[in-house]
């Protein structure tokens, strides 16, 4: 066996002529390796840019690494980091695994910090102070082990190895816990780090042992690798020879090794998963695993056992300072002895919202307004202590103010301030705390009224199918009690005549009257319940949505409309005849009650909020509705990259779901404003009722379907029963009865007598 530092490669392949090359612990160029190299070569080096067949890559997964970490950042909520780095030519694929790993996870890299590995003392330090001033608190190392002896003794003088960091050594930094420097060791307490999965086995317990007699350092996992990587090219010349052959058996090999089961993948090492450690007591301890297939999973687990129902997949870990606290991943300025300074307007025209005012005397500027109350009962949730002060500006929009939490002369903006894209450029927003949109704001009068105004309440179609099936059901209801005229004579003498058929008939048909009574009932319930009350209150509803949207859209299109001034509308122009601005709830209300053609505004388009608090303050004789929704309300501003924006959008989303908003807005716009027409209605048409009138005219045809099979049936009977009777005598008295009733009551009914003779002839035939 030669060693590569004493030959180059292609002194290996021409002179000595060798089957194969272990070793190389640095960089291979596309100079060494060419396309005549027909050996395997077995390199420990940094990922190599290069693709050859024979160049095979015995190096942690860097994808699979990536992973492992992103699933611990997710694991601790963290959502910013900085990441650190040595300054070479061959960390960038790492980056982009980073950046896709971190990106499905919704991950962000804060911060980039490449140190050379040539760095002075004084450069460290000047880096580690530029990563002190970044809020986030999450540092992931990635540098070799003698930079990083000087980073960590550097942090931990500036006071970064606290409670508020949290220190993440990728494999190519954790070996530096193996160092002999008893203050390095120190200065790396609270650190966690990744180091590729070594199970023990009995292979691996017998190395350790042998590599102890020769060694007094710890066994690295480079050489672990490499013990296999002989073991697995040996085995697969012994199969195959040198020849040809050799390539195809090394790619299929599988060797259970002492670094656990060796094989290769894509010409790299497949990752059997990686160790998570936590440097503490001066030592190291572990306290979870990470695989593709399985995720982060606690320490004391075998790696092929499904993890407990726990509400953590990892160990308890000892942070730096000592701290059993997961640090929360970013400082506060005031943690620093700096206390947030937050802009707000003073002096402004519409209230209620963020009011300001400056006290000269104690130099201290104090707010008041709904925007403040939501504020202030956000930033007292948070799991930690925010302090801030209100920096006063009496002068200058919102936008004024942005440039200058840009520009970092402040560090956030109070206030009802509109979420906008462009804005967005240079801050961040929280998530909105008001209604969405726009609104149009009228005054509601009464209206001059045509006689026939109602008919433009439904179209001519529906009207008419109305009218049609308002005649059927009239004849419906008129034609089933005509069939029981015999038994609603109205008057005495009347209802003497009629006994004798009566009682005939009542011996049989006992339950005429009900079932015709029934046939009548169920049409006046079909018509009058679906049909007169549905439209009643169809008719209400667009009686009064229609009254008041065609005033709307005739004050939108033709009449004068205000807006607010000063604000986003002044650019917009939503509309052409957006004409005057108004700068007050006052000349809201001023301009309204003139209206348009006496010098005031026939409507006002602005933002919802300001409708309600306008509405709060004049609750009469005016209604909003809702037109647009363009904006996306009010939310807090703070600096790019803040962590306290998805922390305050955070405590938004709880207020509103447990009610602590809507307290709020009741607290200051009163009651709950519902828009009053919120779309633009059109008179309900026949397409809305079809359903109605289909149900209208099976009830119908089914009540006097149900009515003439009942007549026939019953005609068929009468007959029926009347001829199995003792009959003639029985029709003959009856008959003979009849005339004498009828002669004493003064008027015969000769329908019925004339019925009852007929009969009497038809049993005498």
Not at 262 to 272: C, D, Q
Not at 310 to 329: A, L
Not at 369 to 396: I, Q, R
Request: net charge neutral; aromatic share 12%; with cysteine.
């Amino acid at each position: 066996m030669f060693c590569l530092h004493d030959f180059t490669v292609v002194d290996l392949l021409n002179t000595v002529k060798v089957s194969a090359i272990i070793g190389p612990e640095t960089y291979i160029g596309s100079k060494l390796v060419t396309d005549e190299t027909k050996v395997p070569i077995f390199t420990f080096a940094g990922k190599s840019s290069m693709q050859h067949p024979y160049l095979f890559q015995i190096i942690e997964d860097e994808f699979a690494m990536t992973r492992g970490i992103a699933a611990l950042v997710q694991l601790f909520k963290w959502r910013d980091l900085i990441f650190v780095y040595e300054d070479t030519d061959h960390e960038h694929n790492l980056l982009e695994h980073l950046f896709e790993s971190f990106q499905d996870k919704n991950i962000r890299i804060a911060y980039r910090s490449a140190i050379s590995a040539s760095a002075t003392n004084d450069q460290v330090i000047e880096e580690l102070r530029k990563l002190m001033s970044i809020q986030t608190t999450i540092v992931i190392v990635h540098v070799s082990p003698s930079l990083a002896s000087s980073i960590f003794l550097n942090a931990k003088m500036l006071g970064m190895m606290s409670k508020e960091y949290a220190w993440i050594l990728t494999p190519k930094t954790i070996e530096i816990m193996h160092s002999t420097e008893f203050q390095v060791i120190e200065s790396l307490q609270g650190a966690i780090g990744f180091r590729p999965y070594i199970p023990m086995s009995s292979k691996m317990h017998d190395l350790s042992k042998r590599w102890r007699n020769e060694s007094s350092r710890e066994l690295p996992t480079l050489a672990i690798w490499a013990y296999d990587t002989v073991w697995a090219l040996a085995e697969s010349i012994e199969k195959v020879g040198a020849g040809s052959m050799l390539l195809s058996e090394i790619l299929n090999i599988k060797l259970n090794g002492a670094s656990g089961e060796f094989r290769l993948s894509g010409n790299k090492l497949v990752s059997n998963g990686f160790e998570i450690i936590n440097a503490v007591d001066h030592g190291e301890r572990k306290v979870g695993h990470w695989t593709v297939s399985n995720g982060i999973r606690r320490a004391h687990l075998p790696l092929n056992e499904a993890a407990p129902h726990s509400s953590s997949n990892i160990e308890d870990v000892i942070w730096p300072g000592g701290s059993t606290v997961t640090p929360k991943g970013w400082i506060s300025r005031m943690s620093v002895g700096k206390t947030l300074r937050i802009g707000v307007r003073t002096g402004p025209s519409f209230k209620y919202f963020a009011d300001a005012y400056y006290d000269a005397q104690k130099n201290r500027t104090t707010a008041t307004g709904f925007s403040v109350d939501v504020f202030n009962t956000c930033l007292h949730a948070l799991p930690y202590e925010v302090s801030y002060e209100l920096v006063s500006f009496a002068s200058g929009s919102y936008d004024d103010l942005i440039n200058k939490v840009y520009n970092q002369q402040l560090d956030g903006v109070l206030g009802d301030s509109t979420i906008l894209a462009s804005r967005s450029q240079y801050v961040d927003f929280t998530a909105t705390y008001t209604d969405v949109g726009i609104g149009t704001l009228i005054r509601i009068k009464e209206r001059d009224s045509w006689p026939w105004e109602f008919l433009k309440r439904f179209d001519a179609d529906l009207w008419l199918t109305y009218a049609v099936f308002g005649i059927l059901a009239i004849l419906s209801v008129w034609a089933i009690p005509a069939v029981n005229q015999l038994e609603h004579e109205r008057r005495p003498a009347q209802q003497i005549k009629t006994i004798a058929v009566l009682v005939l008939l009542s011996i049989f048909f006992a339950q005429r009257r009900r079932l015709l009574k029934y046939l009548s009932v169920s049409v006046m319930i079909v018509w009058f319940g679906l049909v007169a009350f549905l439209f009643k209150q169809s008719y209400r509803a667009t009686q009064a949505s229609l009254t008041s949207v065609e005033k709307v859209e005739l004050a939108l299109k033709q009449g004068i409309v205000g807006f607010h001034g000063g604000s986003l509308f002044g650019d917009l122009k939503l509309m052409d005849n957006m004409q005057i601005p108004y700068y007050s709830y006052e000349d809201y209300a001023d301009a309204l009650s003139r209206g348009g053609k006496h010098g005031g505004a026939d409507a006002i388009v602005d933002e919802v909020p300001y409708l309600k608090m306008f509405l709060r303050r004049y609750p009469h004789d005016y209604a909003m509705v809702l037109s647009k929704p363009i904006t996306s309300g009010f939310g807090f501003i703070f600096a790019k990259g803040s962590p306290l924006v998805t922390d305050m959008s955070s405590e938004i989303a709880k207020i509103r779901e447990d009610g602590t908003l809507m307290k709020l807005e009741m607290e200051w716009f009163g009651k709950d404003f519902s828009l009053a027409f919120p779309t633009m209605a059109e008179p309900p048409n026949l397409v809305r009722f079809w359903g109605l009138f289909i149900v209208i005219g099976v009830s119908l045809a089914l009540a006097l379907t149900v009515l003439a099979l009942y007549l026939v049936r019953a005609r068929m009977e009468l007959e029926t029963i009347i001829t199995f009777l003792a009959g003639q005598s029985l029709v003959a008295t009856t008959v003979n009865l009849w005339v004498k009733i009828s002669n004493r009551a003064g008027r015969a009914d000769f329908y019925l007598q004339d019925r009852l003779i007929r009969l009497y002839n038809f049993f005498n035939e």
